[in-house]
C-alpha cells in the first residue's frame, strides 16, 4: 500500500512537472529591477503599438564549442600555468516584441570569468560575442560585439550580456532559431 502512495504522488509530481511554462532564467537581476523593467517595456509597448510574445519567441542556444574562450600568454596555447583569464557563457534567456513587419528579440547570457595563472586581477578585457538569428541555413540577424568584462581584485567575476535589437524580418515564422557563443573567428551559419 505505501509503494502504491508513493508511485502515485510521483506521478503526480511528474504531470506537473509537465506542466511548467517557459519561464526565463534568473540571470540575476533583483526583483526591484524587474519590475521596473517590465513597466518600462509597458510603457514602449502601448507607444509603439506592438505587444510581447513569449511563446512565440525563439529559443537562445549556446552553440557547441563557443561557451568557453580562454586566453593565454603570448606565444602560448594549451598550456594551463600560462592561463591569462577563462571566460564561460551559461544561461541563457530572451525577450521578444513583435510589430506588423518584424520580430525583435532582447537576448541575454549570463557569464563568468575566472583569472589564470598568469593573468592579474583588476584588470579590463574585451570578450568576442556573437548574437545570431537563423531560420535553418538562412541566417536572419547577426551581429559580433567586443563585450567589456571587468576582472576584479577577487580574480573572478559574474556577468550578464544582453543584445536588444536582435531584428528578426517578417515575424517569427519558421523555425528560427536564436545563437549566441564566442567568435573569434569568420562567422559560419552551419
Not at 519590475?35 to 509597458?42: E, I, L, R
Not at 557563457?89 to 530572451?94: G, K, P
Not at 517578417?170 to 573569434?184: L, T
Request: glycine share 12%; net charge neutral; aromatic share 6%.
Amino acid at each position: 500500500m505505501t509503494i502504491r502512495r508513493f508511485l502515485g504522488i510521483s506521478l503526480l509530481a511528474l504531470v506537473a512537472g509537465c506542466n511548467q511554462t517557459d519561464k526565463p532564467a534568473d540571470l540575476g537581476v533583483s526583483s526591484d529591477t524587474a519590475g521596473a523593467g517590465t513597466q518600462v517595456t509597458a510603457n514602449a509597448q502601448q507607444t509603439q503599438g506592438s505587444a510581447v510574445i513569449q511563446g512565440a519567441c525563439p529559443q537562445v542556444y549556446l552553440r557547441d564549442g563557443t561557451s568557453v574562450l580562454r586566453r593565454y600568454a603570448k606565444g602560448a596555447k594549451d598550456d594551463p600555468s600560462k592561463l591569462l583569464y577563462q571566460v564561460t557563457l551559461a544561461e541563457t534567456t530572451r525577450r521578444c516584441v513583435v510589430n506588423e513587419s518584424q520580430l525583435v528579440m532582447t537576448v541575454m547570457v549570463q557569464g563568468r570569468i575566472v583569472v589564470g595563472p598568469a593573468g592579474s586581477a583588476g584588470t579590463s578585457v574585451n570578450v568576442p560575442i556573437r548574437v545570431a538569428a537563423a531560420d535553418g541555413d538562412n541566417t536572419l540577424f547577426t551581429d559580433l560585439v567586443q563585450f567589456p568584462v571587468n576582472i576584479p581584485a577577487e580574480g573572478t567575476a559574474q556577468f550578464v550580456f544582453t543584445k536588444d535589437n536582435v531584428t528578426i524580418p517578417g515575424g517569427s515564422g519558421g523555425f528560427v532559431r536564436a545563437f549566441v557563443g564566442f567568435d573569434e573567428g569568420p562567422y559560419n551559419t552551419k
